[in-house]
């Protein structure tokens, strides 16, 4: 039990990636708050130590009321996740402005948001920690992904950004990077024959990840165990060739 008394956010925490990010803290001890726009029907329940609250991490004042109720209600938080993200392909000739911005206002600056509300809070912890979630695709170009790549790549040099800023109040602040992974998101790839059997080429390992796999790195850098270990980009991709 690493986490144990330690207080979690998880935003995006109810579907997908951040569902199993949220669920392995849990396992870890720690108590989790995850947090999403839906939860029309309940979010499936996944224990005791998990709790769903609405939140909008493209709106500031409902991220301020996130970490605002966390900390009244279970202490902290001292971990944050900043896993929301949304993707809208489409080639740039023809993407729609507001595809563009729902991409850039979730990916990128909802993750501002998310960091900026949770610092007080993380200060007051010691031994803060922020993880953030970029994607294989921000530091790699794919055609018709250019609002989801540009929002992936500026997350990384933002994490980047926030580590050395934040060091001096005891936060460490890292992200993942994750490849191809039979959850969430990735499932829509996968479920696209044609692209899936060319990517598929390019994966070391031969087969797309687990949400489990990409949890268990989180959890690492959840945990004291990566207290030496701070603005990095933790590729959870299997070595992909590209
Ligand atoms: N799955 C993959 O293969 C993969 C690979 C690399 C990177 N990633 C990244 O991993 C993260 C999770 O992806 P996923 O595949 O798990 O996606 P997903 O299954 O679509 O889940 C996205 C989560 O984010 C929430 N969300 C979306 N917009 C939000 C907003 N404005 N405010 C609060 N919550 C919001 C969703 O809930 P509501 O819609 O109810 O708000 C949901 O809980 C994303 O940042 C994604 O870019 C995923």
Redesign the pocket.
């Given at each position: 039990m690493k986490l144990q008394g330690r207080t979690a956010v998880v935003?995006?925490?109810?579907?997908?990636?951040?569902r199993a990010v949220a669920q392995a803290l849990a396992d870890e001890g720690a108590i989790v708050v995850a947090?999403?726009?839906?939860m029309s029907p309940d979010p499936p329940d996944q224990g005791g130590r998990i709790v769903h609250v609405k939140?909008?991490?493209?709106v500031p004042q409902s991220v301020a009321s996130l970490m605002r109720t966390t900390h009244e209600r279970y202490g902290g938080p001292h971990i944050v996740v900043a896993?929301?993200?949304?993707?809208r392909p489409g080639p740039v000739s023809v993407l729609a402005a507001e595809d563009w911005d729902a991409v850039i206002g979730?990916?990128l600056t909802?993750v501002f948001h998310t960091v900026r509300e949770a610092v007080p809070y993380l200060g007051q912890a010691g031994a803060g920690r922020v993880i953030t979630?970029s994607?294989?695709l921000g530091r790699r170009a794919m055609p018709g992904a250019a609002a989801y790549c540009a929002s992936k790549a500026a997350v990384e040099r933002f994490t980047e950004v926030c580590a050395l800023e934040l060091a001096p109040r005891g936060i460490t602040v890292n992200c993942l990077a994750?490849?191809?992974?039979q959850?969430?998101?990735?499932r829509a790839?996968m479920a696209n024959e044609t692209l899936w059997s060319r990517l598929q080429g390019t994966m070391a390992t031969g087969r797309p990840g687990t949400g489990d796999e990409v949890a268990r790195a989180a959890v690492f850098l959840a945990s004291t165990e990566s207290s030496y270990v701070n603005g990095a980009v933790l590729p959870v991709d299997g070595g992909v060739r590209w």
């Amino acid at each position: 039990m690493k986490l144990q008394g330690r207080t979690a956010v998880v935003t995006g925490g109810t579907r997908g990636l951040g569902r199993a990010v949220a669920q392995a803290l849990a396992d870890e001890g720690a108590i989790v708050v995850a947090a999403a726009r839906d939860m029309s029907p309940d979010p499936p329940d996944q224990g005791g130590r998990i709790v769903h609250v609405k939140a909008d991490v493209t709106v500031p004042q409902s991220v301020a009321s996130l970490m605002r109720t966390t900390h009244e209600r279970y202490g902290g938080p001292h971990i944050v996740v900043a896993n929301a993200g949304v993707s809208r392909p489409g080639p740039v000739s023809v993407l729609a402005a507001e595809d563009w911005d729902a991409v850039i206002g979730t990916n990128l600056t909802g993750v501002f948001h998310t960091v900026r509300e949770a610092v007080p809070y993380l200060g007051q912890a010691g031994a803060g920690r922020v993880i953030t979630v970029s994607s294989l695709l921000g530091r790699r170009a794919m055609p018709g992904a250019a609002a989801y790549c540009a929002s992936k790549a500026a997350v990384e040099r933002f994490t980047e950004v926030c580590a050395l800023e934040l060091a001096p109040r005891g936060i460490t602040v890292n992200c993942l990077a994750p490849g191809f992974i039979q959850e969430g998101q990735g499932r829509a790839l996968m479920a696209n024959e044609t692209l899936w059997s060319r990517l598929q080429g390019t994966m070391a390992t031969g087969r797309p990840g687990t949400g489990d796999e990409v949890a268990r790195a989180a959890v690492f850098l959840a945990s004291t165990e990566s207290s030496y270990v701070n603005g990095a980009v933790l590729p959870v991709d299997g070595g992909v060739r590209w």
